[in-house]
């Protein structure tokens, strides 16, 4: 089970820490994700790390403000988000999936396990 926290609102130009943690099984198995999804929009990509952290990858609308990382022996991923836009408001959600390193690691779909969402909302 993944449980995401850390969501919250933020004026524009703010920061925020989301945190996934696991329970259940070891995180350490799997390659992590982020993806967010506005209301009447499709999942988006955020940012992805492969499970020792060596690879990382991140969509091009958050590439530079956000940083994904990960500690295993905390069970727990990370999403640092900052310099915070209107457009970064949405319902973020992490996700565990059986995937290596040049797999489709932006397609919801190559992800197993899935956390509740948190709400990140951005004011202007």
């Known amino acids: 089970q993944l449980q995401a926290s850390g969501g919250g609102l933020v004026q524009a130009g703010g920061s925020l820490r989301l945190s996934c943690a696991a329970s259940?099984?070891?995180?350490?198995?799997?390659?992590m994700g982020w993806f967010r999804q506005a209301p009447g929009k499709e999942r988006e990509f955020v940012a992805a790390?492969?499970?020792?952290?060596?690879?990382?990858y991140y969509s091009d609308s958050v590439k530079g403000r956000f940083t994904i990382s990960r500690d295993n022996a905390k069970n727990t991923v990370y999403l640092q988000m900052n310099s915070l836009k209107p457009e970064d408001t949405s319902v973020y959600r992490c996700?565990?999936?059986?995937?290596?390193?040049?797999?489709?690691?932006?397609?919801?779909?190559?992800?197993?396990?899935w956390g509740q969402g948190t709400q990140v909302t951005v004011s202007s």
């Open positions: 259940g099984r070891p995180l350490s198995g799997y390659f």
């Open positions: 790390i492969s499970r020792s952290a060596d690879y990382t």
């Open positions: 996700a565990a999936g059986p995937l290596y390193p040049g797999d489709y690691y932006y397609s919801p779909r190559q992800y197993s396990y």
